[in-house]
Each structure stands twice: as structure tokens, then as C-alpha cells.
T-cell receptor
Framework: GESVGLHLPTLSVQEGDNSIINCAYS??????FIWYKQESGKGPQFIID?????DKRQGQRVTVLLNKTVKHLSLQIAATQPGDSAVYFC?????????????FGPGTRLSVLP | DGGITQSPKYLFRKEGQNVTLSCEQN?????MYWYRQDPGQGLRLIYY???????QKGDIAEGYSVSREKKESFPLTVTSAQKNPTAFYLC??????????????FGQGTRLTVV
């Protein structure tokens, strides 16, 4: 079935450096993508989203890039802070019949080193 | 404040018992979802509901049951037929409709452990 995967299961960065988390998706018909952040023992929180008719979207300290040619999604975090340590999931919305359901990948754990 | 609430946060189940996980939202969302999360894996869909009194199986529905008698509530029962129920369970809700690009809002999860 469709799946969303990640190139790097773990990522360690120095505080203050930029982080890049990558995601490969398999369904070329997916029309909407979201990045979530999940801290230990908590539910995922929305970070940023992007529609398939865009290739870049910026938020506060975060940027999402979408490359539909190679079905690749990335999340860039500028000036990474200790509070950014978490697991990050990308999610795609395949064009199925059931509403807003998303397909999630296994996640990348981001560790921020002091 | 509007949000989605799951209870309990931790739940222990004996072999052969059914347990019910609660999920309540006051966001006026039509759609609600249950996901299961295992270590090192992504979220897998158990059941979803797009409207009151209607629900559909997700990818891993075996051993689970749900009900949607009220818009605000979508409880999940983990039955004795679920052979490996120990996991972190997440409930989510969203506005219904494919034309609306909007995220799903998640609860804080329930960690179920079989003892």
C-alpha cells in the first residue's frame, strides 16, 4: 500500500545549527502534506503544511520544501533549539475517498546537542 | 479552550479483558480517527468516523471496535481478540471535506499495557 518513509531515522545537530529532516512519499496523487512534531509521551502537534501546487512554504523558523518530481518532502528548522528535540513525522493525504485521513511515516528523531 | 481529550493517560489490561479508551473533542469536528503507534513506527489507522452514527475500518481494525453516538465522542474498545494490544493510542479529529486543507488535531494519547 501507500507509505511515507524517511531517509534518516535519527538526526543529531548542534544547538544553533540548521536542521534538515527528509521524507520520501510514494503516492504521486497525494495532494496535501503536513509535518508534525511529537514530544515524548505526547500527541503529534502540527508544524507546517503544504499543498501539492506549491514547492515551498515558510513558517516561523521552519520551511517545508516539496519536490513532486522525486516525491520528496523536507523540513528545515533554522537555528535549532533544545526545545526542537522531538520526533518529526511527515504525513501525506492520498486521494482516497475518506476525508482528511493521512498516511504517516515512521518519523525522525531530532536530538539537539548543547 | 477547544481541544481533544483522551483518557486515561495510562491503562493496564489483563489478558482476556476488554478495555475502552475515551476520546472527546469540543472542536465541532465531524471527522474523528483512532491511530495506533508502536515504537519506531508511524501511526497506523484503526478506525475513522466521518459523521455521527457512521464509522469505517482503517488498516488495522481487527480486535478493535468503536462507536460514534455523539459528535464529540469516539470511544475505542480494545477487545480480547487483539493479540498484541500494548501500544500508544492516539485519537484525532478534523474538519470534514477534501476541499479543506486542514490538519488533524491530536489528543495526548493513551498508553495501554497488557499485564
Amino acid at each position: 500500500g501507500e507509505s511515507v518513509g524517511l531517509h534518516l531515522p535519527t538526526l543529531s545537530v548542534q544547538e544553533g545549527d540548521n536542521s534538515i529532516i527528509n521524507c520520501a512519499y510514494s503516492n504521486s496523487a497525494s495532494d496535501y502534506f503536513i509535518w508534525y512534531k511529537q514530544e515524548s509521551g505526547k500527541g503529534p502537534q502540527f508544524i507546517i503544511d503544504i499543498r501539492s501546487n506549491m514547492d515551498k512554504r515558510q513558517g516561523q523558523r521552519v520551511t517545508v520544501l516539496l519536490n513532486k518530481t522525486v516525491k520528496h518532502l523536507s523540513l528545515q528548522i533554522a537555528a535549532t533549539q533544545p526545545g526542537d528535540s522531538a520526533v518529526y513525522f511527515c504525513a501525506e493525504r492520498p486521494q482516497r475517498n475518506y476525508g482528511q485521513n493521512f498516511v504517516f511515516g515512521p518519523g525522525t528523531r531530532l536530538s539537539v546537542l548543547p | 479552550d477547544g481541544g481533544i481529550t483522551q483518557s486515561p493517560k495510562y491503562l493496564f489490561r489483563k489478558e482476556g479483558q476488554n478495555v475502552t479508551l475515551s476520546c472527546e473533542q469540543n472542536l465541532n469536528h465531524d471527522a474523528m480517527y483512532w491511530y495506533r503507534q508502536d515504537p519506531g513506527q508511524g501511526l497506523r489507522l484503526i478506525y475513522y468516523s466521518q459523521i455521527v452514527n457512521d464509522f469505517q475500518k482503517g488498516d488495522i481494525a481487527e480486535g478493535y471496535s468503536v462507536s460514534r453516538e455523539k459528535k464529540e465522542s469516539f470511544p475505542l474498545t480494545v477487545t480480547s481478540a487483539q493479540k498484541n494490544p500494548t501500544a500508544f493510542y492516539l485519537c484525532a479529529s478534523s474538519i470534514q471535506g477534501r476541499l479543506l486543507n486542514t490538519e488533524a488535531f491530536f489528543g495526548q494519547g493513551t498508553r495501554l499495557t497488557v499485564v
